[in-house]
């Protein structure tokens, strides 16, 4: 699949079949996440992999709502054969000579994660899998189960799986809306 094709046909998917996804499908979805930039080369992002269906089903405990309603994503966490949670090291990203040097204070590491999720879940679709991006949850509560130690903070996770859905591409604004030249003009 070509990467512009992946970027306009992947879907945000919450359900999944049962089948599992092999050890080298979920390395090669890796190795793509492993190869985004990331700030000074840093590459401060750290994965981990939950298989465990009491794993992944405390984890979807910890998913917050979505005006009063629960997430949306919250079955797709615990039905999905396989949940990849992005972390992040802090105080790497950003940084310069341990001082941070930038006017985004210390919120670099987020945009490094981003990078490698997408990476991730445009290397998922074009294997045939499914992903969710999730941020909507409780992080602490998701590093105190997977031991995430201290100078490490959960930032996403998503489930993945083969789909069981085939959502319909949501409307996206045109170019002429979002793009300007030369100065941001309203």
Known sequence: MEVLEAIKTRRSIRKYKATPVDDKTIELVLEAARWA?????????????????????????????ELGKPNPATNAVRNAPVVIVACSELEKSGYIGGELSTDKD?????????????????????????????????????ASILEVPPGFCVVAMTPLGYPNQEPKSRPRKELSEIVFYDKFKS
């Open 106 to 142: 210390d919120w670099w590491y987020m945009f490094d994660v981003a990078l490698a999720m997408q990476n991730l879940v445009l290397a998922a679709h074009s294997l045939g899998l499914g992903t969710v991006y999730i941020g909507l949850f409780d992080a602490k509560k998701v």
């Open 37 to 65: 930039p990331s700030w000074d080369n840093t590459q401060c992002w750290r994965f981990i992999v939950v298989r465990d269906s009491n794993i992944r089903a405390e984890l979807a405990q910890t998913l917050g709502t």
